[in-house]
């Protein structure tokens, strides 16, 4: 299993990440804030657990996802790796 983290940047509005995981993950508002509140404090906020192709997938979309409309200063979307998941990992399993 794979862990999907969002890297937190000053190119994108918390509203941007909230649809992001909304729409590329069907997170609801509030896990989505959550999320968003962790990228924002902490530096990365882990979307997701799930099996590698998955995973993959779910990282493409995010790159997808574009710049932030709502802001002149980004030039593009957010920025996600995957790391392996630990066995006792707190993330969603998708």
Known sequence: MW???I??????TYEYVIDLLVNVFGHSIEKA????EAIDHEGR???ATLHLELA???????VGFGA???L???AGPMSAVLEP????SNADND
């Open 7 to 12: 890297l937190d940047d000053d190119e994108h």
């Open 72 to 74: 002149d200063e980004s």
């Open 45 to 47: 906020g882990i979307c």
């Open 56 to 62: 993959e997938l779910k990282r493409d979309q995010i």
């Open 85 to 88: 998941a630990e066995s006792d």
């Open 3 to 5: 862990n999907v983290v």
């Open 68 to 70: 932030d409309p709502r």
């Open 33 to 36: 804030f959550s999320v968003a």
